[in-house]
């Protein structure tokens, strides 16, 4: 009995230490529509107008602690002499209209069913204390921007999966495609043993992933680029570090190029002042070389709007 408690208790414990993935959701063995893009490609189409039309909706209005926010031990930060303070920020979905693919959102926004009844979508009261979801109020929920469109969305693109981009999901049918960077959902971590309950319940029901494989940018500036509808309007950007999979866009709008960070950049101070996230962060100093990797892009197309995480 005993010779047998000690394997069992040290695989246990090796368990706890090695964490698990994000999600156990199911992957598609199809891979994300799109082609392997290049940082050349990309900037040359930068000057010509695009076809897609991008509305930032803001989902939500929230406090959280600057900590979540910004690496406050980033020597800029300690520089600056920042300390953890309640900070006000937003969640936003994007809506994307592309002229012969159809609806897309990029992240979900909130669902109002999960505000009501978080428990119910497996945010227990532990992750609901660490999120501030008692701070969170929510603007326009997910079915109320989808509501417009008559049910014609052809696919839910992700910027990562953290619980406060995927909150819309029970509003989002479920024969939806659903869009990830290669990897977010296989990442091992101690914390995703918090909220892998969640997100799973989350996608409860919904289509299996489709990822997009990262090759390597062969002018060097990012992790890998592709050309999501092959016809040069959306670019899904690697930028790891935040999570591992974690992806930025670059759409050409009819009103110009916008990047979205995504959460490789979550707040107006972070991008000002090149620091990183903080808490929940996977990885800082990969995350602080995909912010840099954003910031050299936009400065030189300073034409491009940049649309950060949760701050404007
Ligand atoms: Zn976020």
Known sequence: MKTRAIPIFLLSF??????????????????????????ADMERMLAQPGPVDLDTVVSADWTVRLAGLLNLKNPQAIQAGLQDRDEPIQVYAYLLKHPTRGNFLVDTGVSRKVIAKPEDYGLNWLIQRVMHLDQLQVRTS????????????????????????????????????????????SESSFKNMFVRGATDQMFKGKNAFQKWHFQ???????????????????????????????????????????????????????????????DFTSDHETNLKSLKAMKALVARHPEIEVRLGHQH
């Open 14 to 39: 090796m368990l706890l230490l090695q964490g698990c993935s994000i999600t156990s959701h199911t992957l598609d063995t199809q891979a994300a529509p799109g082609k392997a893009s290049s940082s």
């Open 142 to 185: 997910a079915a109320e921007i989808l509501a417009p469109l008559n049910g014609k969305l052809s696919g839910v693109i992700f910027t990562h999966l953290h619980i406060d981009h995927i909150m819309g999901l029970p509003d989002i049918g479920s024969g939806v495609p659903l869009y990830i960077g290669a990897a977010e959902a």
């Open 216 to 278: 390597p940018d062969p002018q060097g500036q990012f992790d890998g680029i592709v050309d999501v509808f092959e016809d040069g309007s959306v670019f899904a950007i690697h930028v790891p570090g935040h999570t591992v999979g974690s992806t930025a866009f670059l759409i050409r709008t009819t009103r110009g190029p916008v990047l979205l960070t995504g959460d490789a950049c979550i707040s107006r101070w972070g991008w000002d002042n090149s620091v990183e996230p903080g």
